[in-house]
């Protein structure tokens, strides 16, 4: 299901149409659904990092959604660079619509160390992004 087709709009707070894709900046979280056939690396990423310290600051953790409702593939070793420059990603839901990305989840595991899920249903992943984020800002403000 893409963002335009869900229920979400009445929450949306922001939109972006890159290169890369479409990025939609909710209160707690962002929904990326990257553009079909691209290999994502560290740069393309370095842009979407930029929106995200703009807009919700830079000392501030937001779920991250990434709706594959496209095939793209990543730069694995582009990972490692974002984990180890920042890691402004309080968890990461994973949308997936066909059983391929199944194991493309296995591999990010082994580079986020924070919460990861992955969600058949975009709604589940909203619900299940709130809760994490709902999460962290408790754990934040008690430590």
């Given at each position: 299901?893409?963002?335009?087709?869900?229920?979400?709009?009445?929450?949306?707070?922001?939109?972006?149409i890159l290169?890369?894709?479409t990025y939609y900046f909710f209160e707690d979280f962002i929904i990326s659904e990257i553009n079909e056939g691209l290999l994502f690396d560290w740069n393309m990423a370095q842009e979407l990092i930029n929106l995200a310290e703009n807009h919700y600051g830079k000392n501030n953790k937001v779920a991250y959604i990434s709706n594959r409702i496209h095939s793209y593939s990543l730069v694995p070793q582009d990972w490692l660079k974002f984990f180890k420059a920042r890691n402004s990603i309080s968890a990461f839901a994973?949308?997936?619509?066909?059983?391929?990305?199944?194991?493309?989840?296995l591999i990010e595991r082994l580079f986020f160390k924070s919460k990861i899920k992955k969600f058949f249903d975009l709604n589940e992943a909203v619900t299940w992004a709130i809760e994490q984020q709902k999460e962290y800002k408790i754990k934040k403000t008690t430590a």
């Open positions: 299901m893409l963002v335009s087709e869900s229920n979400l709009n009445n929450v949306l707070e922001d939109v972006y290169k890369t894709g994973v949308v997936s619509y066909n059983e391929k990305e199944k194991s493309d989840i």
